[in-house]
DNA sequence: GATCGAGTAAACTGCAGAGTGTAATTTAGG
DNA sequence: CCTAAATTACACTCTGCAGTTTACTCGATC
């Protein structure tokens, strides 16, 4: 491990603090350097701009979300449960704090370009595998589903109307039992819609 | 009407453009009075401050939030067209281009300071009116609720996930006839777990 | 027709921030 | 110990912006 690469941590670390508090326009690179213990020459030596800095960070996060564990439908095991550990694929990640910390910080910031925007909204949300699951559980008969993304659509929905937006809004992690109590209660309200048993 | 009343608006328009393609931190005076065909002194005659323009404009915007028709639950008539009422108070909101500009810009901004977005939260989601119907018709018999406030946030938040934050994030408004089948959803799959009929 | 309220244009002050140049110093590692 | 790369301090340029000042123009109203 170099030193180069602890400085580089420590840049992008006070970078993430600074993004966060101020946003794009009003972080200075002058304070960026200062928090990081660097001198501000240093911060320019590894991002060729405050930009660069920026979108560094941005790939990241990116990253983080994208490391999150997938979820595979099973047809031996209760749909009940697989839906269960399905919620968790977002539901972890609710409860990370490093996580959530930049995740404030990019809807914030990305959310006045849209192209920028629905890019990092679909690398963050990662529907394509809740969608895939759903369509499988679908095609084995353990789920009824008409309208597959709107299916996908209302439980990623459920689960971040009560555990996502909150915490972006107060900055307030949610606890694990309040995850899982979100997690069965979207599992319940799904299946109350989607079960095949339903009338 | 004055002219006077006339270059307010024209400065106000300009103004929540300007915030909103560039931030608050971003946003400059002198473009703002560009945009409004407007000298700079002007603006500074109709507010003091950058600040005082912008929380003037969040004013306007809350206003508009709570001149959204309220929905009061009436025992007489039956609970599924009454919640589909519920959801166009909602709803009638998501179709209004003006108010959605405004809400993404606001929503970016009042991000970084938890107190302001929680406040804003508040008066843009209006929460105690769809409480309150719940409450009401949970007291009534016509649906059984036993989390008051998480039944509150899974009608709101099955709303919102298909009408409000996509919207906010590619920009593009949803149609009077996407918002009809938002709704109606909504509903059924709320009265699948609250309806006193389910198992 | 003098006055007054409102608007305008443009130059100006003061400051903060992005990014650079440089010479001196530290550090890693053979 | 020596060298080359990385880091540092700091002065410097340039730009843009918030807010002010001044001298001027309308148009209405008394």
Redesign the interface.
């Known amino acids: 491990m170099d030193i180069t690469e602890g400085k580089r941590r420590q840049i992008i670390d006070a970078a993430v603090a600074e993004f966060?508090?101020?946003?794009?326009?009003?972080a200075s690179m002058d304070r960026i350097s200062a928090r990081a213990d660097v001198s501000k020459r240093t911060v320019y030596n590894h991002f060729s701009s405050k930009e660069a800095l920026f979108r560094a960070i941005l790939d990241i996060m990116a990253d983080r979300a994208n490391r999150a564990f997938d979820v595979v439908y099973v047809p031996s095991k209760p749909i009940r449960d697989q839906l269960i550990d399905l919620g968790w694929a977002e539901g972890h990640l609710l409860t990370d704090p490093d996580f959530m910390k930049l995740a404030?910080m990019v809807?914030?910031?990305t959310?006045?370009d849209?192209v920028l925007?629905?890019e990092m909204?679909e690398k963050m949300a990662r529907i394509a595998v809740f969608r895939e699951f759903i369509e499988a559980a679908a095609a084995d008969g353990a789920l009824k589903v008409p309208?597959l993304d709107?299916a996908t659509?209302?439980f990623?929905?459920?689960i971040?109307?009560?555990g996502f937006?909150p915490v972006?809004?107060?900055?307030e992690l949610a606890t694990h039992a309040q995850v899982t109590r979100i997690i069965e209660?979207t599992t319940?309200?799904?299946l109350?819609?989607y079960s095949p048993d339903?009338a």
Request: charged share 30%.
């Open positions: 966060r508090e101020k946003g794009f326009a009003g404030r809807v914030g910031e959310m006045r849209p925007a629905a909204n309208d709107r659509d209302q990623l929905g459920l971040k109307a009560q937006w972006v809004f107060s900055g209660t319940d309200m799904f109350g819609m339903h």
